[in-house]
C-alpha cells in the first residue's frame, strides 16, 4: 500500500503549483483501516472493555512498524522526501532515518467506502443492531450481520426477534430470551457506549498514528451537559481530533417524532441563550415561507421525518430534522 500511495502522489492532478510543490516536499501519505469493530466480535472482543483498547494500540502499532519500515526501504530505492534532504543540509536533520514519506498514518472516517465494503466504518463501534439509513434511493433498513449470524445458528433469528431488537431500539441488552446464549457485550450500540471509552480507543490508536485521528462522538441525552468534561478528556488522552458528535435524543427525534431541541445548552460552546432564541425565530420565518410554497401538508410530512429522501430544495433542507 506505501508503494501504491506513493506511486499516486507522482500521477495525481494537483489544482495548483503550491499544492503539488508541498506534496512533492512532502511526500505524505494517510493509511488508515476499517472494520474494527467486526473484527472485534469476530475475535470475541467486546468495544466496551479494556481489552479493546489494547487491541487498538497493538493493531496500530504494526500498522506504523510495518509502514514506516516500507518508506524507508523504498527511500532507498527512490530516495528521501526532499524536505528531508533540505533539511539534513541546514544541519537540522529529522530524528529518524531517510524514509520516502514524512507522514504515513492517518484515520479516515471511510464512511461510504466501509458501506460497499460491508464492514463497519473506521475504528467506530456498530452503531446499533437494526436502524434505518437515509440514502437518496430511500430508506433501507440496516441489521448487524454478525449478530444475525450467531442468532441463526442459535436458531433464533426470526421476524418476533428482529422485532423485539427493534422495539428495543437496536439494542438486545434488555431482551431477556438471549440471557446466557450470546454474549450480549459484544453487541452493544454506540449510545451503549460512554464517550470516554470510545475515545479510549482512538487515543490507543493515536499513540502510533503520526496524524490525526478521525473518531464519531455518540453521547447520550443525560451526558449533554458534561461535554465540555468529554472534550477535554480527549485532548487529555492526545487526540488530535474527532469527528462528529452525535447526541442521542437528537439522532433518534425522526424516530420516536420527537419534537428536539438541537441547539440545547452548549457548555463552553460559546452559544449564547439570545442567538438560540434569533436561530428559532429564522426557523419559523423559513417555515412559514416554505408553507406558502409547498403548503402545509409538504412541510408537516418533511417535519415529522416521514419522506423517502432528505429533500433538496433549501427551505425544506432547513427544517428537515434528518438535515440538520
Known amino acids: 500500500m506505501v508503494v501504491a500511495l506513493d506511486n499516486i502522489l507522482d500521477k495525481n492532478f494537483y489544482p495548483s503549483e503550491e499544492s503539488r510543490k508541498n506534496t512533492m516536499d512532502l511526500r505524505p501519505l494517510g493509511i488508515g483501516l476499517m472494520g474494527f469493530a467486526e473484527t472485534l466480535v469476530e475475535l470475541g472482543i467486546p468495544y466496551d472493555s479494556d481489552a479493546a483498547a489494547e487491541f487498538a494500540e497493538k493493531v496500530a502499532k504494526f500498522m506504523r512498524e510495518t509502514a514506516y519500515r516500507k518508506s524507508e526501504e523504498l527511500a532507498k530505492e527512490r530516495g528521501a522526501f526532499p524536505h528531508y534532504e533540505e533539511m539534513k543540509q541546514k544541519g537540522k536533520p529529522y530524528p529518524y532515518p531517510p524514509r520516502r514519506n514524512a507522514v504515513l498514518l492517518a484515520i479516515a472516517p471511510t464512511a461510504s467506502i466501509s458501506i460497499i465494503a460491508g464492514t463497519t466504518s473506521s475504528i467506530d463501534s456498530y452503531f446499533s443492531n437494526v436502524y434505518s439509513r437515509d440514502t437518496l434511493s430511500g430508506k433501507f433498513i440496516v441489521v448487524n450481520k454478525q449478530l444475525m449470524k450467531k442468532l441463526e445458528e442459535l436458531d433464533m433469528w426470526n421476524e418476533e426477534m428482529a422485532e423485539k431488537i427493534k422495539a428495543n431500539g437496536g439494542s438486545i441488552q434488555y431482551i431477556d430470551e438471549l440471557d446466557g446464549k450470546i454474549n450480549k457485550a459484544l453487541f452493544k450500540g454506540a449510545y451503549e457506549i460512554h464517550p470516554k471509552r470510545q475515545i479510549d480507543i482512538a487515543a490507543a490508536f493515536q499513540k502510533y498514528i503520526d496524524q490525526a485521528v ?111
Open 214 to 324: 478521525s473518531k464519531s462522538l455518540y453521547i447520550e441525552e443525560d451526558l449533554r451537559d458534561d461535554m465540555f468534561d468529554i472534550y477535554m478528556y480527549a485532548w487529555e488522552k492526545g487526540l488530535k481530533s474527532t469527528y462528529y458528535c452525535f447526541i442521542d435524543k437528537t439522532i433518534k427525534g425522526e424516530k420516536y417524532t420527537q419534537k428536539v431541541n438541537k441547539r440545547g445548552t452548549r457548555r463552553g460552546f460559546g452559544l449564547a441563550k439570545a442567538r438560540m432564541k434569533k436561530e428559532d425565530e429564522n426557523l419559523e420565518e423559513i417555515e412559514r415561507m416554505a408553507r406558502e410554497k409547498y403548503g402545509d401538508e409538504v412541510v408537516d410530512k418533511v417535519k415529522s421525518g416521514n419522506v423517502d429522501a432528505c429533500p433538496t430544495d433549501p427551505l425544506l433542507n432547513k427544517i428537515c430534522p434528518s438535515c440538520e
